[in-house]
């Protein structure tokens, strides 16, 4: 029997990455309860997050140039009005952040040390120790949280299940493998959850970050926004890790190159930035290697050498754990699913169309990233959207102080399935048929096999993930052109017709996946 729902005052905030805590601390003084699957810090896939905080801080640089770096790499879709948003407040968001003990990379001259990354035409990217940036952000806010008198962290506990009472949601199911799920009830809800690229099997995110934020949503009839453009990272390390791990595209921007097992560096013939062409054009690339047996690699070896122009110390550990020496080996890449541009709709504030859910970070579409998010624009992003959803909520109501909730230990639940065998099938079928590459006969194998999936999926956990899955799949099958992350190899060219972002829901998806509407219908 279900345990009685517990009531708080406070707001809920689901996730503990960048952008839950930025939101958490931006709402202080109002109460806020922070679910947080694993231990602050462990999870996260932030702290994961290699590449750097993407501001217009260079002389010559400008918030419109970041702007049209942001609408050229997403391919015609991007919301022009959050690009302006976002932009604008960058250069604030690192100055807060040095000012909150961030210590980004300077120059001797004291300035911010700017790495160049794909698709920005300008060096635009503020990094902390070259590679160490997500992790240093996330530790700067997982200190000041656990001083903040208004936030209660709770850890070890996941959303599965949002409460939905006529049309608002007003609470979340809480639960934990093997224990029975409890349902708070809470005035207001911020999702900050993550991505769904560890939907793939070869993925930068940490494995358990599987479209479950998205899903859950979606169950509870959120509105989904550009649910087919997923990025793949061209340079993780290929050497069987999960996740595997990333070699930032900022070494490509320090002249690393990429070259086949018969020495040839194939980017050249392929786009005229040749590496630093936009993220989408270089995974490709890099997969038609792969998939030919060439074994692409990144040739580093110029930056790792005795005196060489870089400082990477995540990628020097990566490589070390492999047995490989980045100053002598060449380092075998893959193309990895690595993002999501696709995510909740929410507008401006982070509202989503349901009224009490809030969402910021990866699991929501803003619109910001278009077809292809440009690099660094996803912390970035996390941040300043995060907080606008807190001004937003904290302008809701009057709210009170509130004593902290005690969550008793969840009680046992009856065996439960082992999900395992269903994640490993959800994760070779979108790889399969919902990759980097795609066709309308793929899309349509790959609903199928989720049909399967959906009907022995028995936890809420398992139903999120085969829901996220069925929603990237079926916006994949809807836009019959190629774009940005999106690639069709039966509709390889953009449509202008189409250039516009999807929006769905999931029980459209469904209808799709068991074939009650025509897949032309955009
Ligand atoms: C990278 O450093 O290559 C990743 C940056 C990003 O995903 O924005």
């Given at each position: 029997m279900a345990a009685e729902a517990q009531h708080t005052g406070r707001i809920v905030i689901l996730g503990a990455g960048i952008a839950a805590l930025t939101a958490a601390l931006r709402l202080a003084p109002c109460p806020v309860l922070v679910i947080s699957?694993?231990?602050?810090?462990?999870?996260?896939?932030s702290a994961l997050a290699q590449g750097g905080v993407a501001a217009a801080l260079g002389a010559g640089d400008s918030v419109a140039a970041h702007v049209a770096d942001t609408l050229e790499a997403g391919a015609g879709i991007v919301d022009g009005l959050m690009a302006g948003i976002v932009a604008e407040a960058a250069p604030g968001c690192v100055a807060a952040l040095a000012a909150g003990g961030v210590a980004f990379d300077r120059t001797p001259a004291g300035d911010y040390a700017l790495s160049q990354e794909a698709?920005?035409?300008?060096?635009?990217v503020a990094r902390v120790e070259g590679d160490r940036t997500g992790a240093a952000i996330l530790s700067a806010l997982i200190a000041a949280v656990r001083q903040a008198p208004s936030v209660q962290v709770v850890e070890g506990l996941a959303a599965e299940r949002l409460e939905v009472t006529a049309g608002r949601v007003t609470g979340v199911w809480l639960g934990q493998p093997g224990r029975v799920a409890r349902l708070i009830r809470a005035p207001a809800i911020l999702l900050a959850s993550g991505g769904a690229a560890g939907l793939y099997t070869v993925t930068t995110n940490p494995g358990h970050i599987r479209g479950q934020g998205l899903g859950m949503a979606a169950r509870a009839g959120a509105a989904v926004a550009d649910a087919e453009f997923v990025q793949f990272h061209p340079t993780a390390l290929h050497v069987g890790g999960d996740p595997a791990p990333l070699l930032t595209e900022a070494l490509r921007g320090e002249g690393a190159r990429l070259v086949n097992r018969l020495g040839v560096p194939f980017m050249a013939g392929q786009h005229k930035a040749a590496e630093l062409a936009p993220r989408d054009i270089v995974a490709r690339a890099v997969y038609a290697q792969s998939q030919a047996g060439l074994a692409p690699a990144l040739d580093a070896r110029a930056i790792f050498a005795?005196?060489?122009?870089a400082h990477f110390p995540t990628v020097s550990a990566a490589c070390a754990r492999a047995g490989l020496d980045p100053a002598r080996d060449l380092l075998p890449v893959a193309a990895a699913a690595h993002y999501?541009?696709?995510?909740v709709a929410c507008d401006a504030q982070g509202r989503s169309s349901l009224p009490g859910l809030w969402v910021a970070g990866e699991v929501a579409s803003t619109g910001l990233h278009g077809a292809n998010r440009l690099a660094s624009n996803g912390l970035l992003e996390a941040m300043v959207m995060a907080g606008r959803a807190a001004q937003d909520i904290a302008a809701e109501r009057a709210w009170s102080p509130e004593p902290e909730l005690a969550v008793p230990p969840l009680p046992p639940a009856a065996a439960l399935p082992d999900e395992a065998p269903l994640i490993r099938r959800l994760r070779a079928l979108m790889t399969e048929g919902c990759g980097v590459i795609r066709d309308g006969s793929g899309l349509r194998h790959a609903l199928d096999a989720l049909r399967a999936l959906d009907q022995q999926a028995q936890t809420d956990s398992a139903k999120n993930m085969v829901a996220a899955a069925t929603l990237i799949a079926a916006a994949a099958l809807l836009r019959c052109e190629s774009r940005g992350g999106h690639f069709r190899a039966d509709h390889p060219q953009p449509d202008p017709e189409l250039a516009r972002r999807s929006r769905l829901f999931l029980a459209d998806a469904l209808a799709l996946r068991d074939e009650k509407v025509p897949a032309d219908v955009a």
């Open positions: 699957p694993a231990p602050l810090g462990q999870g996260a896939a698709a920005h035409s300008q060096p635009r005795p005196g060489g122009p999501h541009m696709g995510g």
